[in-house]
């Protein structure tokens, strides 16, 4: 069973900076969207950034200009890098890959934003 394996979550000032990655433990093929979720306390989970394998990218109004998704095809890896950071972006963020009809979700990493 293929899982996606997320890193780079942590606790960060705001206006501060964070890389997160997202990777399969294993091979997955005709993989096309790739994507950043999240799910903030006490609220659904949202859309934060997709990007398809043509790199056609899709980011959420209130992410726009701070946060960049970005990924490496050779490597399927999925990257969302997080600047100018808000109390507002804490959330559990998830990964999400569409291969085919297969929908691929990580675990979840957690980011905290605090003074």
């Known amino acids: 069973q293929v899982q996606l394996v997320e890193s780079g979550g942590g606790l960060v000032q705001p206006g501060g900076s964070l890389r997160l990655s997202c990777a399969p433990s294993?091979?997955?093929?005709?993989?096309?969207?790739m994507a950043w979720y999240r799910r903030p306390p006490g609220k659904e989970r949202e859309l934060v950034a997709s990007?398809?394998?043509?790199?056609?990218?899709n980011a959420a109004d209130s992410v726009k200009g701070r946060f960049t998704i970005s990924r490496d095809n050779a490597k399927n890896t999925v990257y969302l890098q997080m600047n100018s950071l808000k109390f507002e972006d804490a959330a559990i963020y998830y990964c999400?890959?569409?291969?085919?009809?297969?929908?691929?979700w990580g675990q979840g990493t957690q980011v905290t934003v605090s003074s």
């Open positions: 990007i398809t394998s043509s790199g056609s990218i």
């Open positions: 294993g091979s997955i093929s005709s993989i096309n969207v």
């Open positions: 999400q890959v569409v291969a085919g009809w297969r929908l691929y």
